[in-house]
């Protein structure tokens, strides 16, 4: 199983700030995805982070809100950028295993004032 | 478009007994994958099982194991001998391949809460 780190794994944050989340793999991985989770809510899809190429957005996310980084095969960066109270939520990387198998980040709680 | 229902929101069993969480999904594409994942109130998403549209045998790990009735759409996680440790949420998930990825989606979730 692949083993990830997110860092921050907690903040709390004022509106209109950005925060920077990093994830880090134990493993060289082709494709990297971010979710977000809102209070009582499952997880969304907000992006799939490829390396070297621009991220794909799902609907309803845009670059300008949630920019992506993803300088090599084991490590990602998703910013909340100009953050409201509405995006206070858990926020989790995940990436695919060698047998479908698909492992999740322990996330970073967000919350914004 | 895919979709994945779970009807129980929440759930009470007594310890050391079994539970089924029930999950149903829509596909239209022949290969899929399901996931089954549990959430502890750290927040932290925990692999349990997954199951390939193609395999001929149901998934099992250790005291988990799915029903997979592909027929039914139905993809019901089973857990042997609950114990307290057991209570968290639990999501259903499933994976339909496209061109670009491989992404998964989300049930809304079921709480489980086993009593001593």
């Known amino acids: 199983s692949a083993v990830i780190s997110q860092k921050p794994s907690r903040d709390i944050c004022q509106r209109g700030t950005s925060l920077t989340i990093q994830c880090q793999v134990d493993?060289?991985?082709?494709?990297m995805f971010w979710y977000r989770q809102q209070p009582g809510q499952s997880l969304t899809l907000i992006a799939t982070?490829?390396?070297?190429?621009?991220?794909?957005?799902e609907s309803g996310f845009v670059i300008d809100k949630f920019p992506i980084s993803r300088p090599n095969l084991t490590f990602s960066t998703l910013t909340v950028s100009n953050m409201s109270p509405e995006d206070s939520s858990i926020y989790l990387c995940?990436?695919?295993?060698?047998?479908?198998?698909?492992?999740f980040g322990p996330g970073t709680r967000l919350t914004v004032l | 478009a895919q979709k994945i229902t779970q009807t129980q929101p929440g759930m009470f069993v007594q310890e050391k007994e079994a539970v089924t969480l029930d999950c149903t999904y829509d596909?239209?594409?022949?290969?899929?994958?399901l996931f089954w994942y549990k959430q502890p109130s750290s927040g932290e998403m925990i692999f349990l099982i997954y199951?390939?549209?193609?395999?001929?045998q149901n998934a099992t790990e250790g005291r988990y194991s799915l029903n997979f009735q592909k027929a039914r759409k139905s993809a019901n996680l089973v857990i042997s001998a609950s114990q307290l440790g057991d209570s968290a949420m639990y999501f259903c998930?499933?994976?339909?391949?496209?061109?670009?990825?491989?992404?998964?989606?989300f049930g809304s979730g079921t709480r489980l809460s086993i009593r001593p």
């Open positions: 493993s060289q991985v082709t494709m």
């Open positions: 596909t239209s594409d022949p290969s899929y994958g």
């Open positions: 982070a490829n390396q070297g190429s621009e991220a794909t957005y």
């Open positions: 199951q390939g549209s193609y395999d001929q």
């Open positions: 995940s990436v695919v295993g060698t047998s479908n198998e698909q492992f």
């Open positions: 998930a499933m994976r339909e391949p496209d061109s670009s990825a491989s992404k998964i989606i």
